[in-house]
Nanobody, 123 residues
Framework: QVQLVESGGGLVQAGGSLRLSCAASGRTFSGYSMGWFRQAPGKEREFVAAISWSGYNKYYADSMKGRFTISRDNAKNTVYLQMNSLKREDTAVYYC????????????????WGQGTQVTVSS
């Protein structure tokens, strides 16, 4: 089992930045690929970013490229999502997820999920 706890969400003005963290416990964190997803009110959960266990391979949804950066610190069992130039449409609950396989962009491929952290972007 892998337990995931997100933090770092909050209220920010458009154009601002936030850094989300996802702390993992349980099995060996470094062996897992990690992903960030988000779900806005009334919408389906969507892929944001993913990172391989080594941190070498990173993937982003097109709308996040250039604004969001995923990273990880295996020594701290933590994955991060740096979000810059935030827009109102980035408002959502952000979830981190883990899978014991190469990273993918589909929700169904992840085995473990956190409870989410709310990000609200105001105009």
């Amino acid at each position: 089992q892998v337990q995931l706890v997100e933090s770092g969400g909050g209220l920010v003005q458009a154009g601002g930045s936030l850094r989300l963290s996802c702390a993992a416990s349980g099995r060996t964190f470094s062996g897992y690929s990690m992903g960030w997803f988000r779900q806005a009110p009334g919408k389906e959960r969507e892929f944001v970013a993913a990172i391989s266990w080594s941190g070498y391979n990173k993937y982003y949804a097109d709308s996040m490229k250039g604004r969001f950066t995923i990273s990880r610190d295996n020594a701290k069992n933590t994955v991060y999502l740096q979000m810059n130039s935030l827009k109102r449409e980035d408002t959502a609950v952000y979830y981190c997820a883990a899978r014991n396989a190469p990273p993918i962009m589909t929700i169904g491929g992840y085995d473990y999920w956190g409870q989410g952290t709310q990000v609200t972007v105001s105009s």
